[in-house]
């Protein structure tokens, strides 16, 4: 089943659910800030999507600004820090399978649906 991260307040996560519901395909809708992912989950996403931590990271989030930044982090920390602070994961994630992308652009989404 496909699976969205999704931040109702972000245009370019509901960019990417109207993307999904366009596509008549069944998917599950994850509001990640509420439903905060695990550190296992966190780290199967990453591995998907076939990235590091810090690629995951919204670098100009205020809170990565002013506690994180310029700092010597390992990839523990970086994910760590996202599960601590979730609003620093970059969304929209859609994951099909064994497949994921970051919906920037959202166009990315169509890649795997």
């Given at each position: 089943?496909?699976?969205?991260?999704?931040?109702?307040r972000?245009?370019?996560s509901?960019?990417g659910?109207e993307?999904?519901?366009?596509s008549?395909?069944?998917f599950?809708i994850?509001k990640?800030?509420?439903?905060?992912?695990?550190?296992?989950?966190?780290k199967?996403?990453i591995?998907?999507?076939?990235?590091?931590?810090?690629?995951?990271?919204?670098?100009?989030?205020?809170?990565w600004?002013e506690?994180?930044?310029?700092?010597?982090?390992?990839?523990?920390?970086?994910?760590k820090?996202?599960?601590?602070?979730?609003k620093l994961?970059?969304?929209?994630?859609?994951?099909n399978?064994?497949?994921a992308?970051i919906?920037?652009p959202p166009?990315?989404?169509?890649?795997?649906?």
């Open positions: 089943m496909i699976k969205i991260y999704h931040n109702p972000c245009s370019k509901r960019q659910l993307i999904l519901e366009n008549k395909k069944e599950k994850v990640y800030l509420e439903e905060i992912p695990s550190e296992k989950e966190l199967e996403i591995k998907l999507l076939g990235i590091t931590p810090i690629q995951l990271i919204r670098k100009t989030e205020k809170v600004k506690n994180y930044k310029g700092k010597e982090l390992s990839d523990d920390d970086i994910i820090a996202m599960l601590e602070n979730p994961i970059e969304r929209p994630i859609v994951i399978n064994n497949k992308v919906g920037r166009e990315n989404i169509s890649t795997i649906i």
